[in-house]
């Protein structure tokens, strides 16, 4: 009897920790080496009147090289000032455990892409950041409480919640355990 409950303990441990499954929204290999990017993931997101912040991340890994894509999406009937990256641009993850892991973005100058859709104002835009030489373990270990982008000019804040019911996609996620739960995707 002993036993039996043992073993139930430990399959029930198993799967409550099991890395949760990449899903892949690029996968390739060409001369130039391999390229493999996560889905877009939900880590912030903000509706306000006729307003609405959405913030995405994505683990991405070119010929072994890990990077983080973020996105921030933003629509209003407001005229909306865009948010320029360049090559001091940084992006900052303060974990649980009171480290900050910075990751420098990859030099490439961008002021993202506003469009018009339905008498709404839409901004994009995207960046793509490094990350600094051992920073990967601390991310491996504690949850992120907080994000801070450093554009070009201004600095922004997007607090991480334990849980999103996102509006946007109709899905649920888990911003602070998102480079827990995702970085074995990317990693040897």
């Known amino acids: 009897m002993k036993r039996i409950a043992l073993a139930c303990l430990l399959l029930f441990s198993a799967t409550l920790f099991a890395q949760k499954p990449c899903e892949w929204s690029a996968n390739g290999k060409d001369s130039l080496g391999t390229y493999k990017a996560l889905k877009d ?5 903000s509706n306000f009147g006729s307003s609405s912040t959405y913030v995405f991340l994505s ?3 070119q010929n072994e090289i890990p990077y983080l894509h973020f996105q921030y999406i933003k629509k209003s009937k407001d005229f909306i000032a865009a948010n320029c990256f360049d090559k001091n641009s940084r992006l900052f993850l303060q974990l649980d455990n009171g480290v900050i892991v910075t990751l420098k973005h990859i030099d490439q100058q961008s002021c993202g892409q506003t469009l018009m859709d339905s008498g709404f104002n839409s901004l994009i835009s995207e ?3 490094v990350f ?13 409480s907080l994000l801070r982008v450093r554009y ?3 600095t922004f804040d997007y607090p991480m919640a334990s849980q999103i019911k996102s509006e946007l996609t109709k899905e649920t996620y888990f911003p602070q355990k998102y480079f827990i739960d995702y970085l074995s995707c990317i990693l040897p």
């Not at 993931?41 to 997101?45: P, Q």
């Not at 030489?133 to 270990?141: A, H, P």
Request: aromatic share 12%; proline share 4%.
């Open 41 to 45: 993931y939900v880590v912030y997101e």
């Open 59 to 61: 683990l991405q890994v």
């Open 127 to 129: 960046g793509t950041f």
């Open 132 to 144: 600094m030489n051992g920073t990967i373990e601390d991310l491996k270990s504690s949850p992120v």
């Open 152 to 154: 070009s000019t201004e």
